[in-house]
């Protein structure tokens, strides 16, 4: 049965939100949301120039320079981020639906994500009376004391991916606003109905003008907003391809920057664990929003001699995966999220296969459903630790199966890739997981599930990016260290510079 598209009303789709107001962009582009279940364009909002980005940096660096936000208290931000959160909260069902919409987000799971997403505004205001602003320090080579202060890093550029828009949006906003910055949002054309709804909730929040701002452009417009010398801090999760230039760019001007840009995270299988209950784990895993995580587990790592058992338990869970529209209720993986996504995710399989991978299962597009951008849950085995499929992120529901013989070799195997953002090991021996844990070189493990905190730190090493998102750590990467040596601490005769 055919599922009409359900999307939120926006109040101003054909306006950008500059400087506290609607404004029509100077750019006559439009930004076009296609669905991927259909192909269709379901809805059509403003696209910006780099006219439009400079008005919303100039609007931003006015705020913060000459405005009241960076010269409020942690606790008087924090009240403005639990009221966008109160905002938010309220909207779950529209944010919901434009992940829905825009992506293939299954509509039983949507809810839920995007909640976690309006938590971050409630988590952040919650730091606000325990952070460490500040701290005395005693000096080393004189008697007296010094502050140590943190201060905002200044005007920001929050650029979202199309994979979790909303949720990855506000991990960047409710710190950076909390932090005392002001911020340009930059989602990703493909999704940006949710930067739409966040812009509505600062406004009906009363958030001061210019503080937080919403431009949506094309990749040659959004260049110019992280060149701009008026923006502070790049905040960017994305391709490794656009984080690489968006740090060298940042580097050549000393603009700071954190990135998040993917993985290909291995699950290690260890001998004491039930290796069909792995299986099926990691089978389900790798359907997880179609395998569009940057996190999700696409390499199992298992003893040699159980990967025969691995693969036929893994085969028999993947085709028991109900592929279907994301409104179905019996649906279990929806489309991916566009048909270039598919395309690219094809072209990957196929040239793991040239390389001499087996297609255990999967590798196809479900008769079923001939519309739209569906694609079968795929496993790769008896790839070669230099095959594509082993260490390249492919960002579809793919897994691939390599086998060990010792626990040295496992964890050699996990960190054959230029990526490290996340891991997990499967076993019930403490001692065994804590050497595994510590030997992967990546920003996360865990055990026995696939799973994250938002108290704590996310982020990764090598390719997966610099710096952390979540947690305490999330809001020191938007503010500075500042020194404060009063006069009295000053040794005679000498200068404090």
């Known amino acids: 049965m055919p599922h009409a598209p359900v999307l939120p009303n926006l109040r101003h789709p054909h306006h950008l939100f500059i400087d506290g107001a609607w404004r029509e962009p100077h750019s006559r582009e439009q930004t076009h949301v296609v669905s991927p279940t259909t192909g269709a364009v379901i809805a059509t909002l403003a696209s910006g120039d780099a006219d439009d980005i400079a008005a919303a940096v100039d609007a931003a660096r006015a705020a913060f320079d000459h405005g009241p936000w960076p010269h409020l208290s942690p606790t008087e931000r924090a009240a403005y981020l639990r009221r966008m959160g109160e905002l938010l909260r309220a909207r779950i069902p529209d944010l919901a639906n434009a992940w829905i919409e825009q992506i293939g987000a299954l509509a039983g799971v949507a809810p839920l994500v995007v909640g976690g997403g309006v938590a971050w505004f409630d988590s952040y205001a919650d730091l606000a009376d325990r952070y460490a602003w500040s701290e005395t320090r005693a000096l080393a080579d004189a008697?007296?004391?010094?502050?140590?202060?943190?201060?905002?890093?200044g005007v920001v550029a929050a650029i979202a991916p199309w994979n979790n828009p909303f949720g990855i949006m506000a991990g960047k906003i409710a710190p950076a606003l909390l932090a005392g910055c002001t911020v340009v949002m930059k989602p990703a054309p493909e999704t940006p109905i949710e930067a739409w709804i966040i812009a509505e909730a600062a406004q009906d929040s009363g958030l001061p003008p210019g503080v937080l701002n919403l431009v949506v452009a094309d990749r040659a417009a959004s260049d110019s907003l992280v060149r701009h010398p008026g923006i502070d801090k790049v905040s960017f999760t994305g391709s490794v391809a656009a984080g690489t230039h968006i740090a060298a760019v940042c580097g050549a001007r000393m603009a700071r920057c954190t990135t998040e840009l993917g993985g290909k995270s291995a699950a290690i299988v260890l001998d004491d664990f039930p290796i069909e209950t792995a299986a099926r784990t990691l089978a389900r895993t790798i359907t997880m929003s179609a395998g569009q995580i940057?996190?999700?587990?696409?390499?199992?790592?298992?003893?040699?001699?159980?990967?025969?058992a691995?693969?036929?338990?893994?085969?028999?869970?993947m085709r028991r995966v109900r592929i279907g529209h994301p409104r179905d209720a019996?649906?279990?993986?929806?489309?991916?999220?566009?048909?270039?996504?598919?395309?690219?995710?094809?072209?990957?399989?196929?040239?793991?296969?040239?390389?001499?991978?087996?297609?255990?299962?999967?590798?196809?597009?479900p008769a079923h459903l001939p519309d739209g951008a569906y694609y079968e849950p795929t496993l790769l085995t008896d790839v070669d630790p230099a095959n594509i499929a082993a260490r390249e992120e492919i960002f579809g529901p793919v897994l691939t199966v390599l086998g060990y013989d010792t626990l040295d070799q496992a964890i050699a195997l996990a960190n054959a890739t230029p990526y490290g953002l996340y891991g997990t090991v499967f076993t019930h021996d403490a001692a065994a997981f804590s050497r595994v844990a510590r030997g992967v070189r990546s920003g996360t493990l865990t055990q026995n599930a696939f799973r994250f905190d938002s108290a704590l730190p996310f982020g990764g090493f090598k390719l997966s990016g610099c710096g952390r998102e979540g947690g305490k750590e999330g809001l020191d990467s938007f503010t500075e260290y500042k020194a404060v040596i009063p006069a009295a601490a000053a040794p005679a005769g000498h200068s404090v510079l």
């Open 330 to 365: 019996a649906a279990e993986m929806g489309p991916l999220a566009m048909v270039r996504q598919r395309e690219r995710v094809e072209a990957f399989v196929a040239q793991a296969i040239a390389e001499g991978a087996t297609l255990a299962t999967g590798g196809a597009r």
């Open 143 to 153: 008697p007296g004391t010094a502050l140590v202060v943190r201060e905002p890093v």
């Open 294 to 308: 940057c996190a999700v587990l696409s390499r199992a790592i298992v003893p040699e001699a159980h990967r025969a």
């Open 310 to 317: 691995f693969v036929a338990a893994a085969v028999d869970e």
